[in-house]
């Protein structure tokens, strides 16, 4: 349905005459039993179904229960973990924003769709289910996942009426709300991020994303920090350790090899880092998850 490729970008699988696609999450199907770092191009509509999860967007924390909900708006980088052993599972549906503006130029794109992308109040919105004021459109959002599921005949008009039903409802919600937007994305966050994607297996330091985004160190530790709510430090080494996974479970590789290869400069602080973030040490790992 989707992957995550080498920028942490999730690319969904969608027909092109009608880019969307409903997928369900099951945390504890994840390698390390949580969502890691992503973002996606498609905005993103999603429903609690069991458990409970954190969801940390834009430098805030959502903490959702079954029956809550969640907006996700386009590029904006999110994390989500279970709170604790039970895990969570979600559904959610995303769509190319392409689909909601008619054509460009319309007044449906200038006037309902652009002003409302941009706005700091829609760039993620949650949902409690014990709230009044979320009922109807945590309602009006399973309609919507219905429709894209059954796929009766005509689905696809019924899923686009009730897509702009859905989508007028947050407008109204982001215009009505007493809340403060969230904090705002740094560019310069979404070049680290990339950047320590594209470069951890080597030896990197605070002072080189500090050069590849043309600030200070102190200033790259705040802003990263300020947005993505880990320490540039931490997010490295979750990064590294989740990089080593498929190579524990996927191939034969010794692991002082897939240290080296995951930027570790040694093999015991790999495995002391790993069993402090997954719970067991990596040869451990690799026997009760190897491929058969």
């Known amino acids: 349905m989707f992957y995550i490729d080498e ?7 969608m027909p092109y005459e009608f880019p969307l696609a409903v997928h369900e999450t099951y945390l504890k ?16 509509f999603s429903c609690i179904l069991e458990g409970e999860m954190i ?10 229960k079954a029956g809550d909900g969640i907006f996700i708006n386009s590029n904006c980088a999110h994390i989500s973990r279970p709170t604790g052993q039970e895990s969570a599972r979600f559904l959610s549906l995303n769509i190319q924003p392409s689909l909601l503006i008619l054509f460009h130029g319309s007044v449906i794109e200038q006037r309902y769709f652009l002003p409302y992308a941009n706005d700091p109040k829609m760039q993620v919105i949650a949902f409690r289910a014990d709230l009044a004021e979320h009922a109807l459109i945590l309602e009006e959002m399973v309609r919507l996942f ?3 599921q059954d796929r009766g005949f005509g689905y696809e008009l019924d899923t686009y009426a009730q897509l702009l039903r859905v989508w007028k409802l947050l407008m109204v919600l982001a215009e009505n709300s007493s809340q403060p937007p969230v904090k705002l994305e740094r560019e310069e966050a979404h070049a680290m991020l990339k950047y320590i994607q594209e470069h951890f297996a080597e030896p990197l330091s605070i002072g080189d994303l500090a050069r590849c985004v043309h600030l200070s160190r102190g200033e790259c530790s705040r802003i990263f920090q300020t947005t993505y709510g880990v320490s540039i430090v931490a997010h490295l080494i979750d990064v590294r350790i989740s990089q080593s996974i498929p190579l524990l479970t996927d191939t034969r590789l010794p692991i002082g090899r897939i240290a080296e290869d995951c930027g570790f400069h040694s093999s015991s602080y790999y495995t002391k880092v790993f069993r402090e973030k997954v719970g067991v040490p990596p040869l451990q790992y690799r026997r009760s998850h190897r491929c058969s």
């Not at 920028?7 to 699988?13: E, M």
């Not at 940390?56 to 959702?64: D, H, I, K, Q, R």
């Open 55 to 64: 969801m940390s967007c834009m430098g805030n924390e959502f903490l959702l």
């Open 7 to 13: 920028n942490q970008k999730a690319r969904f699988i």
């Open 29 to 44: 199907d994840k390698p390390r039993e949580f969502n890691d770092w992503h973002w996606h191009e498609e905005i993103q």
């Open 146 to 148: 219905r429709f894209v």
